[in-house]
């Protein structure tokens, strides 16, 4: 009599070798079970490879994929008002107001960058300065004026203008050093 063969569970194929003919092995932990190729081959590689055919074929060993849920759309595009754009010529008569600076994306023909990169559009152009989108800083403005340069069209540029700071910062008194 034979000793057992003790199958191990990190394992999934094996070979099982019957009066010289090799059949090929699945074990699954799923279902606790063992499931076995129905024709004998010559070698083991050959049993190895029917048994991995034969999980492929069966699903053996998978567990069932649930399909997630389908997912809401979270990323709406925050609508935002159109802002006044003042020149810096224009800033310098209303000493009464605080403004800070402000950054829009033009084209060759003189229009501005309304919307850009949406799902529908690459860029939307407006000849109007007050509905152009608006950019905080030089850097993020200047990452998309090359973006749409390689995407869409070359010849964007940057302009300077100046909006009303409608929530400033508190305004720091110097103290002095004492």
Do not use: C
């Not at 754009?85 to 402000?102: K, Q």
């Not at 000849?127 to 800083?137: G, T």
């Not at 200047?142 to 909006?163: C, E, P, Q, Y």
């Amino acid at each position: 009599m034979q000793a057992a063969v003790k199958l191990e569970k990190d394992k999934e194929i094996y070979t099982l070798k019957v009066g010289g003919i090799y059949y090929g092995l699945v074990w699954s932990e799923d279902d606790q079970a063992i499931y076995l190729t129905e024709e004998g081959v010559a070698t083991a590689l050959q049993a190895a490879n029917a048994a991995r055919k034969l999980k492929k074929d069966k699903d053996i060993g998978k567990p069932s994929v649930k399909k997630p849920a389908a997912r809401k759309n979270t990323d709406k595009v925050k609508k935002t008002k159109p802002v006044k754009l003042y020149t810096e010529a224009e800033m310098t008569g209303m000493t009464h107001l605080r403004f800070r600076e402000a950054w829009v994306i033009t084209n060759l023909t003189g229009q501005y960058v309304e919307k850009s990169l949406t799902r529908d559009k690459v860029v939307k152009y407006n000849k109007d300065k007050d509905k152009a989108q608006v950019f905080k800083s030089y850097e993020e403005a200047s990452m998309l004026a090359k973006t749409l340069d390689s995407v869409h069209a070359v010849g964007h540029s940057l302009k300077r203008f100046f909006i009303e700071n409608t929530n400033p910062d508190p305004i720091r008194e110097y103290k002095g050093f004492w």
